[in-house]
């Protein structure tokens, strides 16, 4: 009764196969503890195992073989290279979200402390006036002082609070007016400049003062100065209220910070590639070195900075030298960052340029024999390194009923993805790149905004709803469903998910659209890429035509969209591609565990 483990420790899992005389006996999937690659690794192994033994009547003695893979470890996806960031060095304008701004419209006029509208001479009355509000004073004085002004005939266009008591102010004011609250810092905000202040309806966003032209005809400027008022509008898009101040000294800039050069080491050639100039650039340079030695990044940049933490972070796990961890691969994706506006009055954020990348450490063979050795030591039984996972995973593959060589396949990780090719003789070539499901993730996360990482991957798995009323919901493709029961108020009139027939809500204020669309391109941007990247890798006249069928495995494979977007893309080339379904039971997951188990068998 000898039985044979195949241990597959991925970026995210570890997934065990479990054999005994050819046959396949039982099946363990855990969280992979510590970084893929190193020694750490261990207790997630056998806890897999064990997972894997429970439903058996053996034990871990009885394990005669274990066959691992050779893991190479994708990290640094979290490093997010911010190019462009909006400066504002005097307070200039104040464009945030705020839960309840009041009124609707746009008022341009002179800033003034509201308790001083009652000493204007009357010659003043007719200018417009934007009453400032601090947080002293309480919201039915500053309505009196208000209205007592209106009724003496100023004109008062508009009023900035401290506090969020917008729609409090409005109600009772004699004149509706646009009343933008929250504004934290609002001492910083100057009395006596020209002030345009706008408040869009429910459901909508500011119009004006977003359109830099705008903002030129309220303050009359010159071309010159609209040109240097572009950022600010840039930064108000999207908002429900926003106010600009004229401030002499106004100082507003959009500047590229140096993000910093790539150098890229293939075997034929090297080549490099400027961050600022976007992930296509960087993509493009990678294609032309391929197949990659090495990459670096110019020292004393942020690009510099991001690939050196990378090497480091390696280094300092396995215990070898900085100068021998190699970056075999990198994956660089254009995305936006929420950042706070340097010098901004109530917390506002920017969406900036960013270029995401998430880069692969080479596979490092002494060291999973260091690894094998433990794990040896530890459970007494023989360990080997068994192999490269694309070409377990292939092997893997072909237990899919209906499957038979020549094939392809793509296997959807979280930190790689990898795609192998197997001609009618059996012979594989595979390819390994960095950028799979953790990118994803991140990419939603960042994008959204997200303080969570859980809810990004949360968001990433699962389809969005909106609660319409307290007996319907309408799905995100538009279908409406009935309840019989009412449905919890904690979910009313919010963007949800549905997890397992249950609603969470999203709790944060972008519209299912948004969220949607985030989402879906952050799918097509990792995996779409680098599904056709690795195919273009591994086919074997260099173009994807040349591949007929295409079998999808890895946990990424199981996402309700991913598999349709891939089967979409590759339509365009001919390509027929679908879920694997490992030894008939296991879906797509699996392959690579399965496939160690089968190539330890046929060595002995
Ligand atoms: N139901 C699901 N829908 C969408 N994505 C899923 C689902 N289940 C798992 N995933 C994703 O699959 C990924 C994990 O897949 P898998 O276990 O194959 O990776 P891994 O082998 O650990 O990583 P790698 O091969 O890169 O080392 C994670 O990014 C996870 O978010
Ligand atoms: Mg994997």
Redesign the pocket.
Known sequence: MPLIAGI?I??????VALAQDGRFIGSGIVA?TGM?GTRDNIAGVVASLQQALNNTPWSLQDVAKICINE?AP?IGDVAMETITETIITESTMIGHNPQTPGGVGVGMGTTIAVEKLAALSEDRFAQGWIPLVGEEMDFLEAVWFINEALDRGVNVVAAILKKDDGVLVNNRLHRPMPVVDEVTLLEKVPEGVLAAVEVAAPGQVVRVLSNPYGIATFFALTPEETQTIVPIARALIGNRSAVVLKTPQGDVRSRVIPAGKIFIRGEKRGGEADVAQGAQAIMQAMSACAPVRDIAGEAGTHAGGMLERVRKVMASLTGHDMNTVHIQDLLAVDTFIPRKVQGGIAGECSMENAVGIAAMVKADRLQMQAIASELSARLNTLVEVGGV?ANMAVVGALTTPGCAAPLAIL??????T?AAVINSDGVVKAVHLAG???M??LLIQTELGLSDAFLA?EI??YPLAKVESLFSIRHENGAVEFFREPLSPSVFAKVVYLKEGELIPVDNQTSLEKIRLVRRQAKEKVFVTNCLRALRLVSPGGSIRDMTFVVLV???S???E?PQMITDALAHYGVVAGQGNIRGTEGP?NA?ATGLVLAGDAKK
């Open positions: 597959d991925g970026n995210a899992t570890t997934e992979t893929k893991a994708v996972e296997d959807l990780g979280a930190g790689s990898d799979a499901g953790n994803v993730s991957e990433k798995k890895g946990g990424s199981l996402d309700f991913i997951r690579v």
